[in-house]
């Protein structure tokens, strides 16, 4: 499940992801990369192992992992296709909201 997927625009041209990542499946899977249109998200920790029911949260005063867009110069308001990859299961595309 993934929810509350959106980006937030920086000044600098970065743009830092907030988003809830849970696997309800009974296989362990891990986010392998984050990307808009090729460009991959910095994501620290590198890879972030979904085990069944542990939420991987990035952004927010809960967060677990952290993952920020260089070079893209986001603007608030618009929108962009991202690309989900993960180690086992198929990629996700989804389409962020960028906000300030």
Do not use: C, H, M, W
């Amino acid at each position: 499940v993934i929810r509350n997927f959106y980006l937030v625009a920086k000044p600098d041209g970065t743009a830092d992801l907030v988003a809830y990542f849970v696997n309800q499946g009974t296989a362990s899977d891990a986010i392998s990369s984050i990307e808009i249109n090729g460009n991959k998200a910095a994501i620290e920790p590198a890879q972030n192992e979904l085990i069944k029911n542990r939420p991987v949260i990035f952004g927010g005063p809960t967060a677990t992992a952290k993952a920020t867009f260089a070079g893209i110069n986001p603007v608030p308001g618009y929108r962009v296709d991202v690309t989900v990859n993960f180690v086992a299961a198929a990629p996700v595309k989804l389409n962020s909201l960028i906000v300030e």
